[in-house]
């Protein structure tokens, strides 16, 4: 005769609802898994409000291992702008929209791969990676443009792509005021 019971369902974490869960939380009762034991100990879990006894994974890491977080993804954002900015070379105003979103952009994917840290990081960072997508961009037009010359018709894009990674800082950063 075949087993027609019902299939046993796992308890799940409350915090995590996609790992199965290791115990329940000291403080209020809730299944946490064991990550979150490890992490929160006796002082409860996330979903209660515990205070962690240990760090977010990667809290750990060098300066220089957040410095190349933070190049690997606005570099990796800069060369797709600077291909996309590379269409809008020697046009009228979307000459210098156009690295400005790039800077906006770099900025962005700098900040969010080095989430909780100081902005110093990450705007540096993106600052080089807008400066060089805008050079890029020059130089993928068809015969190649010049990176600096003449400056009156060279500069503004530069300073367009370093005045979007302030402007992240202005709409997008965190406020001022905790």
Request: charged letters at 10%.
């Amino acid at each position: 005769m075949e087993d027609v019971s019902p299939p046993v369902r796992s308890v799940r974490c409350a915090v995590h609802p996609t790992r199965v869960a290791a115990g329940g939380c000291p403080n209020c009762g809730r299944p946490r898994c064991g990550a979150d034991a490890r992490r929160y100990g006796d002082a409860g879990c996330a979903a209660c409000g515990g205070k962690p006894i240990l760090p977010l994974a990667g809290a750990g890491a060098t300066a220089l291992e957040w410095w190349l977080r933070a190049a690997i993804a606005a570099l990796a954002v800069a060369f797709v702008g600077g291909w996309i900015a590379a269409e809008y070379v020697d046009t009228h105003y979307f000459a210098t929209v156009a690295p400005g979103l790039v800077g906006l952009a770099c900025a962005w994917a700098a900040a969010a791969a080095t989430s909780g840290l100081p902005l110093r990081i990450p705007l540096t960072v993106s600052c080089g990676a807008a400066l060089l997508a805008t050079g890029l961009s020059f130089r993928l037009v068809p015969g190649g443009q010049n990176l600096v010359l003449p400056p009156g018709h060279r500069l503004p894009p530069y300073v367009a792509a370093v005045v979007g990674v302030a402007a992240w800082r202005v709409l997008f950063g965190p406020s001022r005021r905790s």
